[in-house]
């Protein structure tokens, strides 16, 4: 099955710096990387689209300046998180898929916790 | 969207098949049916996915009904790691309309020893 990394698993920020994670897909090109987030007790929520090579479309209500995506690469999205605050804390979920597949595949998410 | 309807929780006993049910009413032609299944603190894992056909792999069966309005994830042995939330969603293709998957909020299923 194709697999998808997400680095760092978790990571612990002071309130106002800025996040990097980044989302690869190890053994497959994905054109299409999703990002999405999710609380204690909910369902994952989707926060945008990145297509390689192009701008990311994100879904109502999430804020394109506070949530940053950059799809460079075939096998590399990276959502930073600037100015992070303690209401930003959740685990962020990245998943992977291409034109060729019928389905996504996820990483393992990662655990953000802004103090 | 379109959108999926699960029970929210089920429970099965070890070593039992379970029948894991999905309504989806409003399905259209163009959408595959999807299931993953999420342990805590851990990115959904995907189980399998079809579009009009059942489909067999091996962590579990998908029975889809021949109007496509309902589906079943079947999962032959229950064993303990099993335990999961389960969810069911519709999507299409990336080149169709672009592969977007929303999450309901699943079945979790309980295993019993």
């Known amino acids: 099955g194709a697999v998808v990394s997400q680095h760092p698993s978790w990571v612990i920020c002071k309130s106002g710096t800025s996040v990097k994670i980044e989302c690869r897909s190890l053994?497959?090109?994905?054109?299409?990387m999703f990002w999405y987030r999710q609380f204690p007790k909910q369902s994952l929520m989707l926060m945008a689209t990145?297509?390689?090579?192009?701008?990311?479309?994100?879904e109502q209500g999430v804020e394109k300046d506070k949530f940053l995506i950059n799809h460079a690469s075939l096998t590399l999205s990276t959502l930073t998180v600037t100015s992070a605050h303690p209401e930003d804390s959740s685990f962020y979920i990245c998943?992977?898929?291409?034109?060729?597949?019928?389905?996504?595949?996820f990483g393992p998410g990662t655990r953000l916790l802004v103090l | 969207d379109a959108k999926t309807t699960q029970p929210n929780s089920m429970e099965s006993n070890e070593e039992e098949p379970v029948h894991l049910p999905c309504n989806h009413s409003?399905?259209?032609?163009?959408?595959?049916i999807h299931w993953y299944r999420q342990l805590p603190s851990q990115g959904p894992e995907y189980v399998i996915h079809?579009?009009?056909s059942n489909v067999n792999n091996r962590m579990a069966s998908l029975a889809i009904a021949e109007d496509r309005k309902s589906s079943t994830l079947i999962l032959h042995r229950a064993t303990l790691r099993d335990a999961a939330v389960y969810y069911c969603?519709?999507?299409?293709?990336?080149?169709?309309?672009?592969?977007?998957?929303?999450f309901g909020q699943g079945t979790e299923l309980s295993v019993k020893p």
């Open positions: 409003t399905i259209s032609g163009t959408d595959y």
């Open positions: 079809g579009l009009t």
């Open positions: 998943s992977a898929s291409s034109r060729v597949l019928e389905t996504q595949y």
């Open positions: 053994d497959f090109q994905a054109t299409t």
């Open positions: 990145s297509n390689e090579g192009s701008k990311a479309t994100y």
């Open positions: 969603i519709l999507g299409r293709l990336i080149y169709n309309q672009g592969g977007k998957l929303i």
